[in-house]
């Protein structure tokens, strides 16, 4: 199992962690985790090298995490690539994300597909170029039929703006006659939400000290449980997001009510 998720190279480092591997409890992984990748250009300007050297280290992190998260049997992964607020960054910067993710998908695609991975994206696709978005349609596409993890990236995403999204479709459909607006309730909501399909967010983990959701999910991590690190992104590792996964398994969760034994 180790070899399968950290490769040859991480197996014996993999070992020594094997009492805290051994501490998971499959029956009780979340079903969902989203995750905030912060501090890339801190960890960066630690190691004396440009921003853009911080987002490239953090690619290589985000696919040491889905493989992990995959290997484990979590149903579905969330990552917050690039927020609708991240526009007003450098546009030197912008435009390297820009490049790094259309890279992302050129290299991974064909391994994400072969490992069973479903990808799917968040956000207003509309906001990226032609180019970058018909390789987002072609992913989607590619791994529609797949039947594991399911990867969600939120690109030019905002929980915000994803909700007034919401709002304007059900509104449309209210005034066509297609739904009562007595009928509007939760379900109806989610169903229009960018992450449809994927169950309820259980744990957000958020990396590089700081504790606020950033306008990331603001209705599916309603009843979500947190987890944050001081760790910049691209030196979090398999055995931290594990840590998180066993902490969160030592949570109470309520949802509103009370656990009475």
């Avoid at 889905?66 to 149903?75: F, N, P, Q, R």
């Avoid at 490992?115 to 349609?137: K, P, Y």
């Avoid at 603001?218 to 992104?233: G, I, P, R, S």
Wanted: glycine share 8%; charged share 30%.
């Amino acid at each position: 199992m180790w070899k399968k998720i950290f490769g040859n190279k991480g197996a014996e480092k993999a070992s020594a962690q094997v009492p805290l591997f051994d501490r998971i409890d499959k029956e009780r992984l979340p079903r969902h985790v989203a995750i905030i990748m912060d501090g890339n250009g801190r960890w960066a300007k630690g190691q004396g090298l440009m921003r853009t050297a911080g987002h490239t280290a953090g690619v290589k992190t985000l696919k040491r995490i889905l493989k992990t998260a995959s290997d484990m049997g979590i149903e579905a992964l969330t990552v917050y690539a690039f927020s609708t607020e991240n526009w007003k960054r450098p546009h030197a910067e912008v435009d390297f994300l820009m490049k790094l993710f259309a890279e992302y998908l050129d290299k991974e695609l064909m391994e994400m597909n072969e490992e069973n991975v479903r990808i799917h994206f968040l956000g207003r696709m509309e906001g990226l170029s032609e180019s970058l978005q018909a390789q987002v349609r072609n992913a989607e596409e590619l791994m529609r039929d797949n039947t594991g993890i399911r990867f969600n990236i939120a690109a030019n995403y905002g929980g915000q703006d994803e909700l007034v999204r919401v709002m304007q479709a059900i509104a449309r459909e209210a005034v066509d006659g297609a739904i009562p607006v007595e009928r509007i309730d939760e379900a109806v909501v989610e169903r229009h939400l960018d992450t449809c399909g994927s169950p309820p967010v259980d744990l957000v983990i958020r990396t590089s000290g700081d504790m606020r959701l950033s306008n990331f999910l603001l209705w599916q991590a309603a009843y979500a449980e947190f987890w944050f690190t001081e760790t910049n992104w691209p030196d979090f590792t398999p055995e931290e997001f594990v840590e998180a996964l066993v902490d969160f398994q030592n949570r109470d969760r309520r949802f509103g009510g009370l656990n009475i034994e």
